[in-house]
T-cell receptor
């Protein structure tokens, strides 16, 4: 049984560049979540999917951010025109569908540094 | 909207001493409550959860937490700290099963030999 995986683990980019992160959830999990964690803070919710449908987006998710889960399996999070304030750890989590389980299982995260 | 407050961003205990990490929440509906642990440069690992039923819940690594509705609290305890418990601990709440988590700011636990 493999857990949630994320790729890459680290990304350094220059301001203004676009970046894309990938998350592979636990295989039988229907729900997939993205969170952002800045240094010394708790994770903050960005968005989540039920299968391929994006059900909720945080106000933190500006127009420069877009997330997809095209086939209801892996997901990508893209940040366009990165800014230094985007530097953070981006965490992905997955869980079973509603009524089937409450806990979310987290991946190791992708640490983004914008220079 | 729900929120979580963790009192004490840093807690230091001696090895073998009691660990107590505080968490208070606000929620307009009965909450689901969680404690997660995070080691440096890693993701979050679930320690324990409260959904319904027994208010004292036991988790991994000897941790437990008690849901107290009247105090809107969900404090995490461990009778005897080990060096390996040194990490960041996060309390989180959700208002529906499978819904987004709202996290507290975290408490860094340091264990002195």
């Amino acid at each position: 049984d493999t857990g949630v995986s994320q790729d890459p683990r680290h990304k350094i980019t220059k301001r203004g560049q676009n970046v894309t992160f990938r998350c592979d959830p636990i295989s039988e999990h229907n729900r997939l979540y993205w969170y952002r964690q800045t240094l010394g803070q708790g994770p903050e919710f960005l968005t989540y999917f039920q299968n391929e449908a994006q059900l909720e987006k945080s106000r933190l998710l500006s127009d420069r951010f877009s997330a997809e889960r095209p086939k209801g399996s892996f997901s990508t999070l893209e940040i366009q025109r990165t800014e230094q304030g985007d530097s953070a750890m981006y965490l992905c989590a997955s869980s079973l569908g509603p009524g089937q389980g409450h806990e979310q299982y987290f991946g190791p995260g992708t640490r983004l540094t914008v220079t | 909207a729900q929120s979580v407050t963790q009192l004490g961003s840093h807690v230091s205990v001696s090895e073998g001493a009691l660990v107590l990490l505080r968490c208070n929440y606000s929620s307009s509906v009965p909450p689901y409550l969680f404690w997660y642990v995070q080691y440096p440069n890693q993701g979050l690992q679930l320690l324990l959860k409260y959904t319904t039923g027994a208010t004292l819940v036991k988790g991994i690594n000897g941790f437990e937490a008690e849901f107290k509705k009247s105090e809107t609290s969900f404090h995490l305890t461990k009778p005897s700290a080990h060096m390996s418990d040194a990490a960041e601990y996060f309390c989180a709440v959700s208002v529906r099963a499978g819904n987004m988590l709202t996290f507290g700011g975290g408490t860094r636990l340091m264990v002195k030999p």
